[in-house]
């Protein structure tokens, strides 16, 4: 039996995103998090607590991209039509919040704060447009084989834009767990304070999205609802709810690592109900990995890249990761 070459991709491609939700999203929601944390010296250290890894973290974004070109060429032309504007706006704000990054430690006292207004915009307009361009692709994409249909404003719906809104309460919970394990003392006990009720938050959002999905789509409320279905999926509102019961236990005392690991969960959790809804379409709602594939010599012969580069990427990754541990004081950091 031969390697089910378009499953394989589709694994690939799903893992890669994840990464890149777990590793950018909480240093997205670092400038999330800035408007809550108005001390300048708190600020530097919130920085410095990504500041060795932040570039790398985005190479998994690179990573599915370019594996979705390669493997689903079909799927790369429809989503970035559909989706142009969107994504041009979010790498607007990855590369406004890039050169804030940089520019925001050499700046002078009188220019220092518009660097800090710029590194919060740009986390909140790429947080907030990844969002928005996950709820449009729920909704899925008018098409004729090859060609999208839809229009180039098809993309702002009332869904997307509540998807665009969740998606920055989540990442706002990852900076604030991830603040958590980095820091200490006065800004150690601000991030806890602020992750309980963002746990609120996005438990809310959550739940909405859940309820809103299938009631605006009948495929994925069969897909859920019927039997045995229903029974199979039940574990995963099940674990959402106890996990953020966790969340919100483990934010008692002095916590550590603990409420950002259960955060990873939830977040991997939400991304599970994202597939079971969808499998095995790439396009919603009925273009599946099998009709969106490359040629399986394509696919193949990038396959063997593939399979160099990603143990590369995740031992260096992993390398940094454990070379920069430990918890950031204030005066420490990037020059």
């Given at each position: 039996m031969g390697i089910d070459l378009p499953v394989v991709w589709a694994v690939i491609i799903a893992f890669g995103l994840m990464m890149y939700v777990i590793m950018d999203g909480f240093d997205l929601g670092i400038g999330i998090l800035f408007p809550f944390v108005p001390d300048r010296d708190d600020r530097d250290v919130m920085v410095n607590t990504v500041a060795p890894v932040w570039d790398g973290n985005e190479t998994w974004l690179v990573l599915g991209g370019a594996a979705l070109m390669a493997a689903f060429p079909l799927?790369?032309?429809?989503?970035?039509?559909?989706?142009?504007?969107?994504?041009?706006?979010?790498?607007?704000?990855?590369?406004?919040?890039?050169?804030?990054?940089?520019?925001?430690?050499?700046?002078?006292?009188?220019?220092?704060?518009?660097?800090?207004?710029?590194?919060?915009?740009?986390?909140?307009?790429?947080?907030?447009?990844?969002?928005?361009?996950?709820?449009?692709?729920?909704?899925?994409?008018?098409?004729?084989?090859?060609?999208?249909?839809?229009?180039?404003?098809?993309?702002?719906t009332p869904f997307s834009l509540f998807t665009g809104f969740g998606?920055?309460?989540?990442?706002?919970?990852?900076?604030?767990?991830?603040?958590?394990?980095?820091?200490e003392g006065t800004l150690h006990e601000r991030m806890i304070a602020l992750a309980k009720p963002v746990t609120f938050v996005l438990l809310v959002v959550i739940g909405i999205v859940s309820l809103w999905t299938p009631m605006a789509h009948p495929d994925i409320a069969a897909r859920w609802f019927s039997y045995p279905n229903i029974i199979l999926f039940s574990p995963v509102p099940i674990l959402v709810l106890l996990t953020s019961w966790a969340i919100l236990k483990s934010l008692k005392g002095t916590p550590h690592s603990a409420p950002f690991l259960l955060a990873l969960f939830l977040l991997f959790l939400g991304y599970s109900g994202l597939g079971i809804s969808l499998w095995p379409n790439i396009i919603p709602p009925d273009i599946s990995i099998r009709e969106a594939a490359a040629p399986?010599?394509?696919?193949?012969?990038?396959?063997?890249?593939?399979?160099?580069?990603?143990?590369?990427?995740?031992?260096?990754?992993?390398?940094?990761?454990?070379?920069?541990?430990?918890?950031?004081?204030v005066g420490d950091g990037y020059h």
């Open positions: 799927a790369y032309s429809i989503i970035l039509t559909a989706l142009y504007l969107p994504l041009a706006f979010m790498l607007l704000g990855l590369i406004c919040r890039g050169v804030a990054f940089e520019f925001r430690f050499k700046a002078d006292e009188h220019h220092k704060p518009f660097w800090d207004y710029a590194f919060m915009g740009g986390s909140y307009a790429a947080t907030f447009f990844q969002g928005v361009s996950l709820g449009a692709f729920l909704n899925g994409f008018e098409t004729d084989g090859p060609t999208y249909l839809g229009g180039v404003l098809d993309w702002i998606l920055v309460a989540a990442y706002a919970l990852l900076g604030s767990t991830w603040l958590i394990i980095k820091t399986p010599q394509s696919m193949g012969f990038a396959l063997v890249g593939a399979l160099f580069i990603i143990p590369i990427i995740l031992a260096y990754t992993a390398w940094s990761y454990y070379v920069f541990r430990g918890k950031v004081k």
